[in-house]
């Protein structure tokens, strides 16, 4: 009899939170955040625009050429601010990604999911070991390799945590003990 009641009790409190949860699903889903960005693809389609980190995005943004859309400046998705707008009268989607290769995916799949995108201009700072390039030149590699995330810290700087190599640049000056001002970087998998 009491395994009766109990299996009675466990059925309901299935249903109660089976309801609870299609409560919550359908009111954290922002129906709102929906019709948005039917409202956006339906005067696309769209360049999409992705920057890493701060600096980039405030760079980007100091020129001015970025038009925010006044009736849909942006949908927040994910924890990221899709900002829509135009450049030089061209629709743009600006969205910045976060640094690592794992932010730069998920982010440009989710562009190309949930908006109506034709083309994706990743842009921001890179490294170099070319010499005959400077800032501001535009880049089109042929072949790529990501070989992790390297910090750049100051010669007094900490290590970031997640760091599983450092190298200190100072240790290769020549003449030795010569003052070297880029300090180390530290290396972590991503």
């Not at 899709?82 to 995916?105: D, E, P, W």
């Amino acid at each position: 009899m009491a395994s009766k009641q109990t299996a009675k009790c466990c059925v309901i409190l299935q249903l109660l939170s089976l309801t609870l949860l299609v409560i919550s699903v359908s009111s954290s889903t922002p129906s709102n955040s929906m019709n948005t960005i039917m409202e956006v693809n339906r005067k696309g389609p769209y360049i999409c625009l992705i920057s890493v980190y701060p600096p980039e995005e405030d760079a980007f943004f100091s020129t001015g050429a970025f038009k925010i859309n006044s009736h849909h400046p942006f949908v927040d998705l994910s924890g990221r601010r899709f900002r829509v707008g135009k450049i030089h009268g061209r629709k743009v989607i600006y969205v910045r990604c976060g640094i690592g290769m794992v932010n730069a995916a998920a982010t440009t799949q989710q562009m190309v999911d949930v908006f109506e995108i034709i083309g994706i201009i990743h842009f921001g700072i890179a490294g170099n070991v070319n010499n005959s390039m400077s800032i501001g030149d535009v880049t089109i590699p042929k072949q790529f390799v990501h070989t992790g995330i390297w910090d750049w810290l100051k010669s007094n700087g900490t290590l970031p945590s997640n760091d599983i190599a450092e190298l200190k640049i100072g240790s290769y000056n020549v003449p030795k003990g010569g003052v070297n001002l880029l300090g180390r970087i530290g290396f972590g998998y991503e």
